[in-house]
């Protein structure tokens, strides 16, 4: 089960095969929330969610159609869930802008492929509050990834793969205009960020390794770009702090895997956070390496995922960084034994988030 969102009066948990609870912060849970039955859900961050699937029908190939179930949506304080896209209209996935009133949605558009290795043809709608689809983005054949939404809502970001080519490339789009712009190769989708107030932070690089070719870029609002991690160093999960406007992310030594198990070299990692204007902050777990964090709503704390250097079980731990320590201790451990140990990956560095695997009051309230 993952957390899919947080409000300040309910946690919005995902489990298997598209199952949705509710939990709220008294531990009071609703075990069953209906948002439709197509089997993979979105929420945002007001708790707005959309259901969608992916190809149904019988295997194997050639694909002379492409069923889909029907895109349902289900508001905060709705009855239950509502039909937007009929079935069998493509729609693979679809996601509600930050205030609720516009869907975004990735369609697979005819002729459908006729062989596993053969690119979809897709494209990107915004579905109206009045119901009305209208075309965004038709790229050429590929492949693409999950959109993401800007905090104000005037943006899309999504992954696209060209066909016979595996670079990611992260696009932006201008909702209002389609206006495309191409930010480069990426290798972590995930690790996309926006500011509350239109700034856009990613990481540019190629494969999924974390201690190579990795670098944080921060894309201002008139569309220039600045890279914060020096020369000799690797960046990733960029976190905008909600309060004051900073921006922290993980970093460490880049190389060839060297020492990331025992953590040292590549493994010797830290958040680091910036005040994007000169001035930088370094957080350590003690003995520990920093592989996660999560910032408070009021940006005096960070939420940290520290992994134990060699261990092979009980890998992770929680740990607390107070900015402001008033005398006491900066870091403190909270919680061990989380049973995280098979999202670990040390092929690449991969670990659990942070957003996914925990609900943390302080973050929303």
């Known amino acids: 089960m993952s957390v899919q969102a947080e409000t300040s009066q309910i946690i919005y948990l995902l489990g298997p095969q598209g199952s949705t609870s509710l939990l709220r912060w008294d531990g009071a849970l609703e075990k069953t929330y209906d948002c439709g039955g197509g089997g993979f859900i979105s929420f945002n961050a007001a708790g707005a969610c959309a259901s969608f699937g992916y190809h149904t029908g019988p295997g194997p190939l050639p694909i002379t159609v492409f069923p889909t179930p029907p895109v349902a949506v289900r508001l905060p304080g709705d009855a239950g869930p509502r039909v937007v896209l009929p079935a069998d209209w493509g729609a693979v996935s679809a996601g509600w802008s930050p205030d609720s009133a516009r869907l975004a949605v990735a369609r697979v558009d005819p002729p459908y492929p006729t062989a596993d290795d053969q690119p979809f043809r897709m494209s990107v709608w915004i579905v109206e509050a009045d119901g009305a689809a209208r075309l965004l983005y038709?790229?050429?054949?590929?492949?693409?990834?999950?959109?993401?939404?800007?905090?104000?809502?005037?943006?899309?970001?999504?992954?696209?793969?060209?066909?016979?080519?595996?670079?990611?490339?992260?696009?932006?789009?201008?909702?209002?205009?389609?206006?495309?712009?191409?930010?480069?190769?990426?290798?972590?989708?995930?690790?996309?960020?926006?500011?509350?107030?239109?700034?856009?932070a990613f990481v540019r690089g190629s494969g999924r390794v974390t201690w190579r070719d990795k670098e944080i870029v921060v894309r201002e609002r008139d569309g220039s770009e600045r890279v914060l991690t020096p020369p000799g160093f690797?960046?990733?999960?960029?976190?905008?702090?909600?309060?004051?406007?900073?921006?922290?992310?993980?970093?460490?030594?880049?190389?060839?895997?060297?020492?990331?198990?025992?953590?040292?070299?590549?493994?010797?990692?830290?958040?680091?956070?910036?005040?994007?204007?000169?001035?930088?902050?370094?957080?350590?777990?003690?003995?520990?390496?920093?592989?996660?964090?999560?910032?408070?709503?009021?940006?005096?704390?960070?939420?940290?995922?520290?992994?134990?250097?060699?261990?092979?079980?009980?890998?992770?731990?929680?740990?607390?960084?107070?900015?402001?320590?008033?005398?006491?201790?900066?870091?403190?451990?909270?919680?061990?034994?989380?049973?995280?140990?098979?999202?670990?990956?040390?092929?690449?560095?991969?670990?659990?988030?942070?957003?996914?695997?925990?609900?943390?009051?302080?973050?929303?309230?």
């Open 138 to 200: 038709r790229p050429s054949p590929g492949r693409g990834l999950p959109l993401q939404w800007s905090s104000d809502g005037r943006y899309l970001t999504g992954v696209e793969v060209m066909a016979g080519d595996s670079i990611l490339h992260l696009l932006l789009l201008d909702v209002a205009s389609g206006r495309v712009t191409d930010l480069g190769n990426t290798a972590l989708p995930e690790s996309i960020a926006w500011s509350a107030d239109g700034r856009l």
């Open 234 to 365: 690797v960046g990733f999960a960029p976190a905008w702090d909600p309060a004051r406007g900073r921006i922290a992310w993980i970093a460490g030594p880049s190389g060839d895997g060297s020492g990331y198990f025992e953590g040292t070299g590549v493994g010797d990692r830290r958040v680091v956070v910036s005040d994007l204007a000169g001035g930088t902050t370094e957080i350590r777990c003690p003995g520990r390496v920093v592989e996660g964090m999560r910032w408070s709503r009021d940006g005096e704390t960070l939420l940290l995922l520290c992994r134990r250097p060699g261990a092979t079980s009980d890998v992770f731990e929680l740990w607390l960084h107070r900015f402001n320590a008033h005398g006491g201790p900066a870091a403190v451990l909270i919680a061990t034994g989380l049973g995280w140990d098979d999202y670990f990956d040390r092929q690449t560095g991969g670990a659990p988030s942070l957003s996914r695997a925990v609900a943390w009051s302080r973050a929303v309230r």
